[in-house]
């Protein structure tokens, strides 16, 4: 599995000083207050649990599944909801936490739908940022790291569903996905 990466661009250690970083902003920025993490499965469910342990304010979670991308790297643009939330989220302060943004779509779509169902507020976490690659613009409260334009996999992140359980985010070589 670790033959397939061209290179690590974060290590376990620097993601779980990051992690913490970001659970005691979020912390200090909802004193008082109740969190809804709504993880945007799947490839945000590792980075969730570990953020999760990292706030110190109530949380609740919960989880939605869309579809982006299919099996392959590149967006089509076509968001679909596979799986609803399981909980109503009126009233309540939601923090998407999603694994990636590369063209905004996905995110772009899930905010303004769950704005729709009448939240307190809704904030955005993501553990990792493409920038260069948007498409459209979402407000990002909370990013782990900015990347650079590279195809990655670990901590949660895929390519067919493969290297989920790599504890570290590594480039993947170009003839692992037959670029
Ligand atoms: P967006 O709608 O283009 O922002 O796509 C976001 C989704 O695409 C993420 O939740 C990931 O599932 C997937 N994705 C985008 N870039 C990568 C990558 O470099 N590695 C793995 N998955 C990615
Ligand atoms: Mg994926």
């Known amino acids: 599995m670790t033959g397939d990466i061209k290179k690590v661009l974060l290590s376990s250690e620097a993601i779980d000083q990051r992690v913490r970083e970001l659970g005691a902003q979020i ?19 590792i980075f969730m649990g570990d953020l999760a342990l990292a706030i110190k304010v109530p949380v609740a979670l919960d989880f939605m599944a869309v579809s982006s991308y299919g099996g392959g790297s590149t967006s089509s643009g076509v968001v679909r909801i596979l799986k609803d939330l399981d909980e109503s989220v009126e009233g309540k302060h939601l923090l998407i936490v999603e694994d990636i943004i590369d063209s905004g779509l996905t995110l772009q779509y899930l905010t303004e739908n769950l704005k729709s169902r009448n939240p307190a507020s809704v904030k955005i976490c993501t553990l990792l940022n493409k920038p260069s690659r948007r498409k459209i613009e979402v407000d990002v409260a909370y990013t782990g790291f900015e990347i650079p334009d590279e195809f990655v996999v670990g901590y949660g992140l895929d390519y067919a569903e493969k290297y989920r359980n790599l504890p570290f985010v590594g480039i993947l070589k170009p003839e692992a996905y037959g670029a």
């Open 27 to 45: 912390t200090a920025d909802y004193q008082g207050k109740e969190i809804l993490m709504i993880c945007i499965l799947r490839g945000a469910v």
